[in-house]
């Protein structure tokens, strides 16, 4: 079972960049991406079809 942040934090280290990708059709609330917008600096955001990307980066030079 995941759990925010301790999933994210594991998975972001050692990593430059997160892309996430929402569904319309669902769009329910998605805790990692407020995890993520608290942590990370958006660097890209577009609609594709029915999806929702968006791409985060640290806000630190450090991922560990």
């Known amino acids: ?3 925010v942040p301790e999933s ?4 972001a280290r050692d990593r ?3 892309i996430l ?7 329910e609330p998605v805790p990692e991406e407020n ?3 608290g942590h990370a600096l958006v660097t890209d955001q577009r609609n594709l079809g029915s999806a929702e990307i968006m791409k985060f980066r640290p806000l630190k030079g450090d991922t560990s």
């Open 35 to 37: 995890w993520l917008r």
């Open 16 to 18: 430059s960049q997160i």
């Open 8 to 11: 994210l934090r594991e998975l």
């Open 21 to 27: 990708i929402q569904m319309r059709e669902v769009r």
């Open 1 to 3: 079972m995941r759990q």
